[in-house]
């Protein structure tokens, strides 16, 4: 008897070894479609800042196109003797030393001092040009 209860023993322990393996199996498929999920959502979101991207390297181009067009609506108003309705005129504030070391200490913060000088550079160039 004690061989039978000794295989039966061995048989629970079994059974109880293969409920945990499927435990484990389940919990281990849930978490690849978990990981899935967010996979699906950070390639979204690489999308959306690749977007971004774009549009902050080309918003330098965008801001001189409206300023050459709202010239060119001034001059050609003038040529035609209309009264010229000047369009609102964009402004560039500079910011006073403490928001200036504010926005510093921010991007420093952030890890972007390197771009945010060469943002400044360019920014003294376009100043220089215009």
């Known amino acids: 008897m004690s061989r039978s209860t000794a295989i039966q023993q061995k048989i629970a322990e079994k059974k109880a070894n293969l409920e945990q393996l499927r435990e ?3 919990s281990a498929d849930q978490l690849a479609n978990e990981l899935e999920q967010i996979g699906d959502y950070l390639e979204v979101m690489k999308d959306g800042t690749t ?3 774009y549009i902050v390297a080309k918003w330098q181009s965008v801001m001189r196109a409206i300023s050459l067009a709202s010239i060119a609506l001034v ?3 003038s040529r035609t003797g209309e009264t010229p309705t000047y369009p609102e005129p ?3 504030i500079k910011l ?3 928001e200036e070391k504010f926005r ?3 991007d420093v913060e952030d890890g972007d001092e ?3 000088e060469e943002g400044n550079e360019n920014e003294d160039q ?3 040009d215009g």
């Open 24 to 26: 484990f199996k389940q």
């Open 51 to 53: 977007n971004i991207a």
């Open 75 to 77: 001059t050609h108003q």
């Open 90 to 92: 964009l402004v560039r």
């Open 96 to 98: 006073s030393e403490e």
């Open 104 to 106: 510093t200490d921010v």
């Open 114 to 116: 390197g771009e945010r």
């Open 126 to 128: 376009d100043q220089d």
